[in-house]
T-cell receptor, first 115, second 113 residues
Framework: DTGVSQNPRHKITKRGQNVTFRCDPISEHNRLYWYRQTLGQGPEFLTYFQNEAQLEKSRLLSDRFSAERPKGSFSTLEIQRTEQGDSAMYLC?????????????FGPGTRLLVL | GEDVEQSLFLSVREGDSSVINCTYTDSSSTYLYWYKQEPGAGLQLLTYIFSNMDMKQDQRLTVLLNKKDKHLSLRIADTQTGDSAIYFCAERFHGGATNKLIFGTGTLLAVQP
């Protein structure tokens, strides 16, 4: 296969716990994005990687959030000391290098519920 | 500023055409996109249009772009019950280190049999 995959698909945690999500982009896609989608809203940009470099972070990404892409392939998004307001769908997208339209292909998302 | 607006809801009968509208604010946007999201799923790219085009047709989908009014529409011909979903328009933000997408709030399309 060849789509973007994300794990886990669902996560339920208690407030104050740490969680980590993983994204595997489409092979050979060097650009990787994280978005967050809350109920009834469109996705909002969180952060962007080109290869292993994190080139932009949204102000939505508080100090409790950290993302990595250590080898320029898969990426992880960690949320420390989760809060109820972190409950959302976390979406990962990837796009190929040197693409004019830079189409972003999305994974199925990880749905987080913080109790 | 970054703002993309869509109407929240559209209901059509099976076999009719659906038209979903979107307005955006970034006049320097080079590409605009339509994505489809089914319940509990990620986003599926439907089509995109380059800003120097007025129209793009792809099978049952027709995209119209009015750059002067910053208005984008998606027409679905012969709408089927399987087209029921939330449809998002998105503009590619031009600036900074990234080409992040700015999404609208989505239009829920309900197709009545």
């Amino acid at each position: 296969d060849t789509g973007v995959s994300q794990n886990p698909r669902h996560k339920i945690t208690k407030r104050g716990q740490n969680v980590t999500f993983r994204c595997d982009p489409i092979s050979e896609h060097n650009r990787l994005y994280w978005y967050r989608q809350t109920l009834g809203q469109g996705p909002e940009f969180l952060t962007y990687f080109q290869n292993e470099a994190q080139l932009e972070k949204s102000r939505l990404l508080s100090d409790r959030f950290s993302a990595e892409r250590p080898k320029g392939s898969f990426s992880t998004l960690e949320i420390q000391r989760t809060e109820q307001g972190d409950s959302a769908m976390y979406l990962c997208a990837s796009s190929p290098p040197e693409s004019r339209q830079e189409t972003q292909y999305f994974g199925p998302g990880t749905r987080l519920l913080v109790l | 500023g970054e703002d993309v607006e869509q109407s929240l809801f559209l209901s059509v009968r099976e076999g009719d055409s659906s038209v979903i509208n979107c307005t955006y604010t970034d006049s320097s946007s080079t590409y605009l996109y339509w994505y489809k999201q089914e319940p509990g799923a990620g986003l599926q790219l439907l089509t995109y249009i380059f800003s120097n085009m007025d129209m793009k047709q792809d099978q049952r989908l027709t995209v119209l772009l009015n750059k002067k009014d910053k208005h984008l529409s998606l027409r679905i011909a012969d709408t089927q019950t399987g087209d029921s979903a939330i449809y998002f328009c998105a503009e590619r933000f031009h600036g900074g280190a990234t080409n992040k997408l700015i999404f609208g709030t989505g239009t829920l399309l309900a197709v009545q049999p």
